[in-house]
């Protein structure tokens, strides 16, 4: 990764998540900002060990729903029977987050590094109570839909190792 210089608009946002201390005493230096329209979705992944394991994500525009699933290779006890890692993504899916416009949510421990999180490419969303954090949302509540619009998310984390020196790419002679 070659360090680059964060706009002043997203610093904003960077310094003022890393000072709440959820990367220790670390500084927020990555940010990942992902469109998606009514429709569009991410699938199942896990982030992988370069970032520091607490995420944050801020989602502007519409809502979206956060899917999360039990890890791949791991082989899971189902009524007495081992389900191999070749088993759906449905038979993995644990829980989900309601991710309301202008909410901040922070992904850590096992949640980022074990688990796999996706967005289901739909263009509306069902309120179920496998929606963990609906006592935290406003004006929602179990059997309404909600239409997603536009989404922006910025993905807000730390890398620890990035490269100490601009590489000089397509430098002039
Ligand atoms: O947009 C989001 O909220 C999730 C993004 C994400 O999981 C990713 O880019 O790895």
Redo the contacts with the bound molecule.
């Keep these: 990764m070659v360090p680059e210089e964060l706009p002043e608009w997203l610093k904003v946002y960077t310094k003022k998540i890393s000072s709440m201390g959820i990367f220790d005493e670390k500084e927020a230096n990555h940010v990942?900002v992902?469109e998606?329209l009514p429709g569009q979705g991410?699938m199942p992944?896990e982030?992988g060990p370069l970032f520091y394991p607490t995420v944050s994500?801020i989602?502007l525009g519409s809502h979206?729903v956060?899917d999360f699933y039990s890890p791949l290779q791991d082989s899971t006890k189902e009524d007495g029977d081992l389900v191999s890692s070749s088993s759906s993504y449905e038979s993995r899916y644990m829980c989900s987050v309601l991710?309301q416009p202008r909410s901040l949510?922070l992904v850590r421990d096992d949640m980022y590094k074990v688990n796999l999180?996706?967005?289901a490419e739909r263009k509306e969303d069902l309120v179920t109570d496998k929606i963990v954090n609906l006592d935290k949302c406003d004006d929602v509540s179990v059997g309404q839909t909600l239409t997603r619009s536009t989404?922006v998310?910025l993905?807000i984390r730390v890398m620890p190792k990035i490269l100490k020196a601009k590489l000089l790419l397509g430098r002039k002679r």
Excluded: F, P
């Design positions: 990942l992902n998606y991410i992944h982030d994500t989602s979206t956060l991710l949510i999180h996706g967005i989404r998310s993905t």
